[in-house]
């Protein structure tokens, strides 16, 4: 759980809530340990506009939002169990009406498919 006075930004890989912390020179880093990200800002302007993110992300719950996001959007193959993002190549058709079914799993011998509306 991310404490609100904690400013945090999130990861661009993995989207992990990262907290923001300072060097010894007074300017702002991230770091996630899972992905091995590192990102570190610098300049007046990179600091400053890095700054307007992160109070942006707080005042609009931006976690609250990628959790929604994540939920709509990552789903798992009920043939394999194969968790996946849904994405446009990935979109299954009804072979004569030509309607959406579902997303199809990216697994390659895999021949399941996700129906449109079902979450993982």
């Known amino acids: 759980m ?3 006075g904690t400013l945090w930004f999130p990861c661009p890989v993995c989207l ?3 907290d923001v912390r300072m060097s010894k020179r007074k300017k702002p880093y991230v770091i996630c340990s899972p992905c091995g990200v590192q990102m570190f800002i610098r300049e007046r302007a990179g600091i400053a ?3 307007s993110l992160v109070e942006q ?3 609009e719950n931006v976690l609250a939002r990628l959790a929604r996001l994540e939920q709509r959007y990552w789903l798992k193959c009920p043939e394999c169990g194969r968790s996946f993002w849904a994405s446009p190549e990935l ?3 009804k072979t004569f009406s030509g309607k959406v079914s579902g997303y199809r799993c ?4 895999c021949r399941g498919v996700v ?3 079902e979450r993982s």
């Open 115 to 117: 129906p449109l509306g």
């Open 91 to 93: 979109v299954g058709t």
């Open 57 to 59: 992300g707080r005042k």
């Open 106 to 109: 990216p697994e390659k011998n």
């Open 2 to 4: 991310i404490n609100k």
């Open 16 to 18: 992990a809530p990262l």
């Open 49 to 51: 506009a890095f700054e």
